[in-house]
């Protein structure tokens, strides 16, 4: 399966992006989708997870400013980003979950200015 990030971008401050994250098959037929970040010099991170079940997590510097959520007809995983801060500066990916194993795809960069 193919993944392909993207929507990100330069935003200031308490701006919003949407990123989008387009895969090959049905999205429901995977365990779960995730989006993950990495900052420079920094691992890998996890953001937010959305379950088959339709349970979404968050990462709690992301909690209550970003949103998971899904297109079925779409086979798109959306991540809604509002009141950015810099410290969201990153290069965020999708990941498909299925059996504990993780599929990436290409990364998208989103940078906060101050």
């Known amino acids: 399966v193919q993944l392909q990030a993207s929507g990100g971008g330069l935003v200031r401050v308490g701006g919003s992006l949407r990123l989008s994250c387009a895969t090959t098959r049905s999205i429901i037929r995977y365990d779960a989708m995730a989006w993950y970040r990495r900052a420079s010099g920094k691992q890998r991170e996890p953001v937010a997870v959305?379950?088959?079940?339709?349970?979404?997590n968050y990462a709690d510097s992301v909690k209550g400013r970003f949103t998971i959520s899904r297109d079925n007809a779409k086979k798109t995983v959306y991540l809604q980003m509002n009141n950015l801060k810099p410290e969201d500066t990153a290069v965020y990916y999708c990941?498909?979950?299925?059996?504990?194993?993780?599929?990436w795809g290409k990364g998208t960069l989103v940078t906060v200015s101050s």
């Open positions: 990941s498909i979950i299925d059996d504990a194993r993780f599929q």
């Open positions: 959305l379950t088959r079940g339709g349970d979404a």
